[in-house]
């Protein structure tokens, strides 16, 4: 039996184009597993964030409270220290921030509204709040207060960060009342 020519024999193979298909499939399926894992971690970030954000403002809606219940076992104006005149830190019209761990009191953010200084937090404790050596996060805490009418008050905290270019606020509102 004789073997056929050498220009009759057919290669055995991938051809150029199939090799280009199957490298170009494989590159999309990477880069689609890349974005995926990206806006999982995005997401995940983001809504660690706003958690964070949720608790640092109802840690303020606390603190609130815990100088009026003060000042009425105190037997003082229910808003002393908090917006009963105009030098109080959180009269209608001024910004202020309350330090938990610190302070029984609110503080007058000195720059202004919308110009409260960043929270800090406690490498070791994980608490929040101004302490100058704790480190530096990106939330910063604000709060006003509005006069409702003599026996109400209405209690709004901010909580703005940053992550990038990317701007994110949370903000609450409730009404405390003189009991």
């Not at 608790?55 to 908090?82: C, H, M, P, S």
């Not at 830190?89 to 509204?113: L, M, Q």
């Not at 026996?151 to 990038?164: A, L, P, R, Y």
Request: proline share 6%.
């Amino acid at each position: 039996m004789s073997k056929p020519p050498k220009h009759m024999i057919k290669a055995k193979g991938f051809t150029l184009v199939e090799s280009l298909v199957a490298v170009s499939m494989l590159v999309l399926a990477i880069i689609g597993a890349t974005q995926v894992s990206q806006t999982t971690l995005s997401s995940y970030i983001f809504s660690k964030d706003q958690v964070i954000a949720f608790y640092l403002a109802q840690e303020g809606f606390e603190q609130v409270r815990n100088i009026r219940d003060a000042n009425n076992l105190k037997g003082q104006n229910w808003l002393t220290g908090i917006a009963a005149q105009a030098g109080d830190p959180c009269f209608p019209g001024k910004a202020c921030t309350v330090d938990p761990v610190f302070s029984s009191e609110a503080i007058n953010c000195p720059s202004g509204p919308d110009h409260c200084p960043n929270l800090r937090q406690d490498p070791v404790t994980g608490f929040y709040g101004y302490n100058a050596p704790w480190t530096e996060t990106v939330f910063r805490r604000e709060i006003r207060v509005s006069t409702v009418n003599s026996n109400e008050v209405s209690i709004t905290v901010t909580v703005d960060w940053s992550k990038g270019v990317v701007a994110r606020q949370f903000r609450a509102r409730e009404n405390l009342l003189n009991w």
